[in-house]
């Protein structure tokens, strides 16, 4: 358990907060990531600009995040399941 927690913490690269991994999330380290990313990814569009079809992918820091959200439950919902 200990690699597989180490693999993910520190070397995954996670979609859901913008392929850098929760370790440099936590250390706040994600923010420079993804300004230099931003950038190289400017840097490419501007010199080759018909190699994009449309914008390039979202860098910006992704909100606050859940390890596992709570789904919304409406009425209707709970009143079918009953």
Sequence with gaps: MK???N???GVHLHSAIRFVTPGARHAGQDRAT???RASLYANAQAQNPGRWSG???NWQPAGPVSLNP???ISAPEI???A
Excluded: C, I, K, P
Aim: aromatic share 16%; hydrophobic share 40%; no cysteine.
């Design 3 to 5: 690699s597989f927690a």
């Design 7 to 9: 693999w993910y913490n």
């Design 34 to 36: 993804l300004a230099n």
């Design 55 to 57: 914008n390039t992918r």
């Design 70 to 72: 709570e789904a919304e």
């Design 79 to 81: 009143r079918d399941a």
